[in-house]
Structure formats: C-alpha cells, structure tokens
C-alpha cells in the first residue's frame, strides 16, 4: 500500500574543488564503501557547486588563481550520485565562455545536469528540473561572485549573477579618539537584481512542488554571514522556496530557521583536492551534507551530516568526537543567526 505521504530525499553539499580523478569512486569499485558516498547515490535527488570548469579548451582569465580538470571526470562525477551541479560560481568562467560551454557537455553527456549558467541569461536563468520519489523539483542557482564581465545577459554566455553594492559607514567621532578604527561594512543586493530572483522563484513555485535556491555567497574562510546573506536568503523563502544552500566560503556556516524553511548559508567545502591545497594557507579540513525529506503535504525534515577531508581532499567519516564538536559549533553559529537547533539528537522536523 502506498506511504500516504511519500517522501523526496534530496542531498546538498557545498564547493566541489576537483582537480583529478575522484579517488572514493575508484575506491568504491574495488570495494570500499564510502559512507558519505553513500548519502548521496541513496538520495533521490543530490546537488552541489561545482568550483572547477571541465576544459581543455580556452584561455586562462587575468586573474591570480585559475582552476581546470580535464573533462574526463566527468563520469566520476555521475557514479558519485550527483544529478545536478552548478556552475554559478566566480571559477566557473576561468577558461572563458568556451571553458563554461566544455563543463556543461561534459556533464551534460553523462546525465549530470548544470545550473545557474548558460550561453545566454535566459539559459543561465532558467531552472533545472529534477524528479524525486514524491514531487517533482525545481533548482535555481546564482552567485554573488561574479566573475569580470561574466555576468549572463540576452544573447551572452555567463552565470547568473545577483550584483551586491558594498559601502563603509565612518565615526567621525570615532576616529578623532582612536585613528584608523575600521569602517563599518554594508553589504546590500542591487534592488533590480533581487526583484528578478524572488520573481523567478514564484514563477517557479507554481509549477514545481519543490524549490530548491543554490547561492554561492559570502566572504571566503569566513564562518560569519555578512549582511547581504541574510536578507537575500529571507526574500528567497519569502517568494517560495522551500530551503536555500550556500557555498562559496569554504568553511561551513551556520543554519537560519526562517518562516519555518532552512537556509543553510553555507555547507563549506566537499571536495578540495591536495593539488589546491597549496593555494590557500589554511586548506579546509571538513563540511557538511544537508539530507532533506520532504512530503507531498509540504513537509521538510533535515538532517546534518559531518565529515572530515582525507590528506587528498576528499569526504571521509567523521568520528563520533569529530562530529559532536562540528555539530555543536554549528549550532552556535546558528544562535548567532537567531535559530537555536539541537542538531545533535537527530533530524529537525518543521
């Protein structure tokens, strides 16, 4: 007899640094079960951000850091259990519009879905579409990190991008007292651009019975939100998505309970292989993975899952110690948002 609730199991995870062959997969297939694996090709939907275009082709962007995997990981990729990526991110463009297109076919060809991207804004905005046990569901990804002039527009390649206007607010009494205190730092999204999102996620509600918001946001190695964070992922929900998935910031941040829908502001890193290690002083060590259940009456239940990177960058088992020290940092990180979780006793039901 059918469940008369059915449920979708979705997984997120944040920043996807692949610069190689994926060693759990190849682990996998001699045998070695991998428990985080595992979460995702058990769920019926799984996503994340992919950081690194999948090119040989291109030029490499006027910028400090470049990334680029050859496309042939891509079926790595798929037998980890990813159905949708994204590719809204500020590393995405590094080899250019051709470098984005090659990322795309590769993933494309093996059933891998992009999002958030595209070789115009109407590609790059549109939704992706994916179909769990019980609903049906739309994803939706922008960055606020936008690569030089990668911004989509009609008829020109980029990612779907939500512009932030920055500005610093001085003391002047302040200062005569003690000279050099910093400025105060406001972080606002562009009005113009945020009408778009919240409208194209209530255009998107209507016809899907679950939205899922991906945002790559934040300040990098940063575990504080900063402004702009908070009052975009609100106006997500408020149009009518069902939970919001952060990255970008490598580190993970704390969860926000709002109108009773999560806003994960930032799941930190999934995969950071040992080659990027030597580009940042302090490599991330962990991150988290987000299981949803949601029902066809619109009911959501999550749980959040540690775990620890291997010396190659790669998820591994946390330890019971190593898990109750994350889960309780993350809880206090969610008390600075206004969200008192006790993520520690199991799935927090809404």
């Not at 580190?251 to 995969?271: A, C, D, K, M, N």
């Not at 190593?322 to 799935?347: H, I, K, V, Y």
Request: net charge negative; charged share 20%.
């Amino acid at each position: 007899m059918p469940s008369p609730n059915p449920t979708t199991r979705i997984a997120a995870v944040g920043d996807l640094v692949v610069l190689r062959h994926l060693d759990l997969v190849e682990r996998q297939r001699s045998g070695t079960p991998n428990p985080i694996l595992s979460l995702l090709q058990e769920s019926d939907f799984s996503f994340g951000n992919m950081e690194v275009p999948l090119t040989r082709v291109g030029y490499p962007s006027a910028k400090r850091v470049t990334l680029r995997v050859d496309p042939e990981v891509a079926p790595d990729l798929a037998a980890a259990g990813f159905n949708m990526l994204s590719v809204a991110n500020n590393h995405c463009l590094d080899y250019g519009y051709d470098g984005l297109e090659s990322t795309m076919a590769a993933l494309g060809e093996q059933g891998v879905a992009t999002v958030g991207g595209g070789l115009s804004s109407e590609q790059a905005l549109a939704p992706r579409w994916g179909t769990g046990a019980a609903a049906r569901v739309a994803v939706i990804a922008f960055t606020c990190l936008i690569p030089l002039n990668g911004r989509a527009l009609p008829g020109k390649p980029g990612v779907y991008g939500i512009r932030v206007t920055t500005s610093y607010e001085i003391d002047a009494d302040v200062l005569v007292g003690e000279p050099g205190f910093p400025p105060r730092v406001h972080t606002v999204p562009l009005a113009t651009d945020q009408a778009e999102l919240t409208a194209l996620i209530a255009q998107v509600r209507a016809e899907a019975d679950v939205v899922l918001v991906s945002a790559h946001w934040g300040l990098s190695f940063q575990t504080q939100t900063i402004e702009y964070q908070r009052g975009l992922g609100q106006a997500c929900i408020d149009a009518g998505a069902d939970a919001v998935v952060g990255h970008h910031t490598h580190v993970f941040q704390g969860v926000e309970l709002y109108r009773g829908r999560p806003i994960f502001h930032s799941l930190g890193t999934f995969i950071f292989h040992d080659q990027a290690s030597a580009l940042v002083k302090n490599p991330p060590k962990n991150g988290l993975l987000a299981r949803l259940q949601l029902g066809k009456d619109q009911s959501l239940e999550f749980e959040v899952v540690p775990y620890m990177l291997d010396r190659g960058g790669e998820p591994t088992a946390a330890s019971p110690d190593e898990r109750e020290q994350m889960l309780s940092e993350l809880e206090r990180l969610s008390r600075n948002l206004g969200t008192d979780l006790a993520l520690r006793a199991g799935p927090v039901r809404l």
